[in-house]
């Protein structure tokens, strides 16, 4: 399902710079005042899982990417990058609804995505939860 909304040119160039240059940690992306396009809302260069965590809006919806850094058993340290729907169970439901039919116009445009991370509260976001995803899926 499509809602019309476009990508802005500068959200997808900023994602180019994190996954090529690694020139940001991280990048929340939101809708436009206009809720007709998904612009950069915070991009961050030097920053923790926690602060990407704090940075996430406690009532609105949000997308977001993150290169996520983690250690495995024998292999050493590994990066992925990793797009979130933020979506908490306080947003407003036509605001989710948005985001939801949304989502496909920014996901076709960040190639090179490891996976997705659908969270709707904290504990879907902790790092625990994140890196148990994708410990999962490279085993």
């Known amino acids: 399902m499509s809602s019309g909304v476009t990508v802005n040119d500068a959200a997808v160039e900023a994602y180019q710079d994190l996954k090529l ?4 940690r991280f990048i929340v992306y939101k809708m436009s005042d206009d ?4 612009v ?7 920053a ?3 602060d990407f965590v704090a940075s996430l809006p406690p009532n609105e919806c949000r997308y977001a990417v993150f290169d996520f850094q983690y250690e495995t058993s024998g292999e050493g340290q590994r990066n992925k990058l990793l797009f979130y729907t933020w979506s908490p169970d306080s947003s407003k439901i036509k605001q989710k609804m948005l985001y939801a039919a949304s989502k496909d116009a920014l996901r076709k445009k960040l190639d ?3 996976t ?5 509260d904290l504990s879907e976001v902790s790092h625990e ?10 085993s």
């Open 40 to 46: 950069i809302d915070k991009t961050f260069e030097k």
């Open 48 to 50: 923790t899982y926690d």
């Open 21 to 24: 240059k690694k020139k940001f």
């Open 129 to 138: 939860t994140v890196l148990d995803k994708v410990t999962r899926m490279t």
């Open 112 to 114: 090179g995505i490891y």
């Open 35 to 38: 809720n007709r396009e998904i």
């Open 116 to 120: 997705e991370i659908q969270c709707t």
